[in-house]
């Protein structure tokens, strides 16, 4: 009877390639999952992923074309260092927006994208913006 070597790839058996592959997905998953502060995100444009920030200030533009509601985090429009933009056609679903995330700390999760020199997540749903306190 024939004993069969398993081949090795790397030093590795064959048989534990999906495993360790499966482990470096997790992996790599997790870290994009990370939570960003505004200061980070400015360095992640074009990426998904978590801001979290104190809501500071906040502006309902009723009358601006598009009725955007702004929420901007650590620091106060105009030098504020991220925003977080619900447009009005999703406004409904955030329910009171300049109440219910007042001097709330937030995370947003999104595509972050950026306007004029300020980083952003433009939010479709409220599953995409968690009050942590």
Known sequence: MKFL???????????????????????????????LSTA???????????????VVSIRYAA?????????????????QIFTVLIWGSN???????????KAKHVCVTGKITEYRGTPEVVTNDPQQLKVER
Not at 46 to 53: K, S, Y
Not at 91 to 101: L, N
């Open 5 to 35: 070597q398993p081949t090795l790839i790397g030093g590795w058996p064959r048989r534990f390639i999906p495993a360790l592959t499966l482990a470096l997905l997790l992996t790599a998953s997790s870290f994009s999952q990370k939570k």
């Open 40 to 54: 980070e995100a400015k360095d992640h444009i074009g990426e998904t992923a978590t801001v979290c920030g104190d």
């Open 63 to 79: 009358s601006t074309r598009g009725q955007p509601t702004f929420l901007n985090l650590d620091k106060p429009y105009p030098n």
């Open 91 to 101: 406004r409904s679903k955030f329910g009171t927006p300049e109440i219910d995330y």
